[in-house]
């Protein structure tokens, strides 16, 4: 069982920056897909950016290609989502998840974490 805990979320003004964290518990963290997905409200959930294992292969939606960025420290199993220039159409409640080799899905979620963009 893979553990996913998030934070670093708040209230930032419109143009501001956050930087999110994720945690995921296991001694082979390096080897875990990590994934970033929002839900608004009144919306679904969507796909923010991920990366694959040892780095490999970030990947982000079209809408936040240049303005978020992901990473990982594998030393501290830990992901990172970087968000500039934030906007009031990126608040939501933004949700790391793990996948592991065996999964073909993200099987392990956090509890999310708000971010809200107002002035």
């Known amino acids: 069982q893979v553990q996913v805990s998030e934070s670093g979320g708040g209230l930032v003004p419109p143009g501001g920056n956050l930087r999110l964290s994720c945690v995921a518990s296991g001694s082979i963290f390096r080897t875990y897909t990590m994934g970033w997905f929002r839900q608004a409200p009144g919306k679904e959930r969507e796909f923010v950016a991920s990366i694959g294992w040892d780095d490999r292969f970030p990947d982000y939606a079209d809408s936040m290609k240049g303005r978020f960025t992901i990473s990982r420290d594998n030393a501290r199993n830990t992901v990172y989502l970087q968000m500039n220039g934030l906007q009031p159409e990126d608040t939501a409640v933004y949700y790391c998840?793990?996948?592991?080799?065996?999964?073909?899905?993200?099987?392990?979620w956090g509890q999310g974490t708000q971010v809200t963009v107002s002035s």
């Open positions: 998840a793990a996948k592991t080799l065996r999964d073909v899905d993200y099987n392990y």
